[in-house]
C-alpha cells in the first residue's frame, strides 16, 4: 500500500514526509508509518502479549514537480503512477502560487495525461481492428470510449466508480483515477480560518501546516510538546488525520487478532471475505480456513472480555461468506 507524496517544488513536501516519517527520517524518501488504532491498547491491557503491531502505510515523498504555477512535468507524472494512493501538498504559505491555482493545475495535468494514454490506446486498436477483429476486446474498448469520453467532460476517473474500480482499466494506471488527499499547507496563524473545498468521491482535503508538523514530530517530551501546542493554542496535530484519510481513501478497514504473544491490526481491502482476512496473515491460513470465530468491536466494547462475550453469544462462528467488518476481532479455524 504505497502512497506517494507530491506537489510543486517547496510546497512542503519533505517536511510533511519528515513528519509522518518521524525523527532520524532526514536522509530517507520512503518510510513505513504506522496507522494510529485506539482499539490496541484495550486488548493489550486484556491479553498483556509480548507484541503490540500496528497497520503501516508507506510514503515516499517524490521530488518536486515542475516550476509553481506550471505542469508538474512528465518525470513525475510518470513516477506516481504506480503508487496505489496520492498525498499532494499544496503551498498555502508562501503567495507565490495560490493553493487552488496549484490544486486545479494538478488536477488537469492528471487529466491530459490520462487523454493522452487513452486516446493512443483506442489508436492502436483501431489500426488492430482493421487487421483482424479479434484483436481487440470490445468491452476493453467500449470501457476505453468511457474513459476518454469521460476525461473530455473535464471529470476525474475517480468520480465515476465503475472507472475507478474497474479491474480491466487497472493496468493503465490512470492518474485521475487514482484517491487522492490533498493537503493545504499554510501559516500556522492561518489553520483555524481557512476554509476547505468539499471532498468528492476518492478525493478528500485536510489543513496542516507541514513545517508546525514536522517540528511538534520532533519533540519527544511529552511535556515540552504541551507546552509547545499550548503555546501556539493548538489541540491536536494534523498528522493521525492525514494518516487515517489515507487509509480509508486506499479503501481499507482494519481487522484485529489477539492472543499473548501479539495484539495485532491488520489491513484489509473494504468487502472482502473471511478467507481473504485469513490470507492476509498467511497463505496456508486462506487455503486451510475452515471458519472464523468473530467478537465485533462493539460486542467486545459492550461484554469486556471473551468469556463473557461467548457466555452471550456474542462470539459468532462464520464461514466462508462472512464479509469482514471494521474492528472485528478474529480467531482463525484452518487445516494445515
Ligand atoms: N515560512 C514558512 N516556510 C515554510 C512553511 N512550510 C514550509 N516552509 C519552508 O519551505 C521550504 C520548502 O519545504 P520542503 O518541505 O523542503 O518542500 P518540498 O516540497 O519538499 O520541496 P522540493 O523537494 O524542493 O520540491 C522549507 O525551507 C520549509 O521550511 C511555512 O508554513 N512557512
Ligand atoms: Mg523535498
Not at 483501431?126 to 487487421?131: L, M, N, Q, S
Not at 476486446?137 to 476517473?157: G, I, M, N, S, Y
Not at 492525514?242 to 481491502?269: H, S
Amino acid at each position: 500500500m504505497k502512497t506517494a507524496i507530491l506537489g510543486f517544488a517547496g510546497s512542503g513536501k519533505t517536511d510533511l514526509f519528515g513528519a509522518l516519517a518521524g525523527p532520524g527520517s532526514e536522509n530517507l524518501n520512503r518510510a513505513m508509518v504506522k496507522v494510529p488504532e485506539p482499539r490496541l491498547d484495550p486488548l493489550a491491557a486484556l491479553f498483556n502479549p509480548k507484541k503490540i503491531t500496528y497497520t503501516e502505510i508507506e510514503y515516499v515523498d517524490i521530488p518536486g514537480g515542475g516550476g509553481k504555477g506550471e505542469g508538474l512535468g512528465n518525470r513525475l507524472l510518470n513516477e506516481i503512477r504506480a503508487f496505489d494512493c496520492l498525498l499532494a501538498v499544496l503551498d498555502g504559505f508562501s503567495g507565490v502560487n495560490e493553493p487552488k491555482n496549484q490544486w486545479q493545475a494538478i488536477e488537469t495535468d492528471f487529466l491530459i495525461a490520462d487523454l493522452a494514454v487513452v486516446e493512443k490506446k483506442l489508436e492502436k486498436m483501431a489500426i488492430d481492428k482493421k487487421k483482424a477483429k479479434g484483436l481487440v476486446d470490445p468491452k476493453e474498448e467500449a470501457l476505453l470510449e468511457q474513459v476518454k469520453a469521460t476525461l473530455e467532460a473535464e471529470t476525474p476517473l475517480r468520480e465515476v466508480e465503475e472507472l475507478a474500480l474497474a479491474p480491466e482499466l487497472r493496468g493503465y494506471c490512470f492518474l485521475s483515477a487514482k484517491p487522492i488527499l490533498y493537503a493545504w499547507n499554510v501559516s500556522e496563524n492561518k489553520l483555524s480560518s481557512y476554509s476547505l473545498p468539499e471532498g468528492k468521491p476518492r478525493q478528500e482535503h485536510i489543513l496542516v501546516s507541514a513545517k508546525l508538523e514536522k517540528e511538534m514530530a520532533e519533540l519527544s517530551d511529552p511535556e515540552e510538546l504541551q507546552m509547545f501546542m499550548e503555546d501556539l493554542g493548538i489541540k491536536e496535530s494534523a498528522l493521525a488525520r492525514v494518516i487515517r484519510k489515507t487509509y480509508e481513501l486506499l479503501n481499507l478497514i482494519t481487522f484485529l487478532t489477539a492472543g499473548e504473544k501479539e495484539v495485532r491490526a491488520w489491513p484489509l481491502r473494504k468487502g472482502s471475505k473471511a478467507p481473504e482476512a485469513a490470507g492476509v496473515i498467511h497463505s496456508d491460513l486462506q487455503k486451510g480456513f475452515i471458519r472464523a470465530e468473530v467478537l465485533s468491536w462493539a460486542d467486545f466494547e459492550k461484554y469486556g472480555d471473551f468469556k463473557l462475550a461467548k457466555e452471550k453469544g456474542a462470539l459468532r462462528l462464520e464461514g466462508k461468506d462472512y464479509i469482514v467488518e471494521d474492528g472485528d476481532i478474529i480467531t482463525f479455524r484452518f487445516n494445515v
